[in-house]
């Protein structure tokens, strides 16, 4: 079994930065492919980066190139994703997920809310 909680959300000004953090349990998380998602108000849930176990691969969202990261620190438990020049489009609640043992994300957080201010 696999718990992940996000953290890091808050209110930011356009321009602004923010750095969300995925905590998860569980002693395979460096065997996990981890990725974040999130889902505006009114929209269905949209991909924004992932990044294999040993933090080697990492794939973004193609309007989010250049303004997102993803990294991960597995002695942490922990995935990451910086979030740099935000826009008030980036409003959303983020979401981590994680594979285990499984070609999809079958395991999800709760949630941490984002909130662009123009």
């Known amino acids: 079994q696999v718990q992940l909680v996000e953290s890091g959300g808050g209110l930011v000004q356009a321009g602004g930065s923010l750095r969300l953090s995925c905590a998860a349990s569980?002693?395979?998380?460096?065997?996990?492919?981890m990725g974040w998602f999130r889902q505006a108000p009114g929209k269905e849930r949209e991909f924004v980066a992932a990044?294999?176990?040993?933090?080697?691969?990492?794939y973004y969202a193609d309007s989010l190139k250049g303004r997102f990261t993803i990294s991960r620190d597995n002695a942490k438990n922990t995935v990451y994703l910086r979030m740099n020049s935000l826009k008030p489009e980036d409003t959303a609640v983020y979401y981590c997920?994680?594979?285990?043992?499984?070609?999809?994300?079958?395991?999800w957080g709760p949630g941490t809310q984002v909130t662009v201010s123009s």
């Open positions: 997920a994680a594979k285990v043992l499984s070609a999809s994300y079958n395991y």
């Open positions: 569980g002693r395979t998380f460096s065997s996990n492919s």
């Open positions: 990044i294999d176990g040993s933090g080697g691969s990492t």
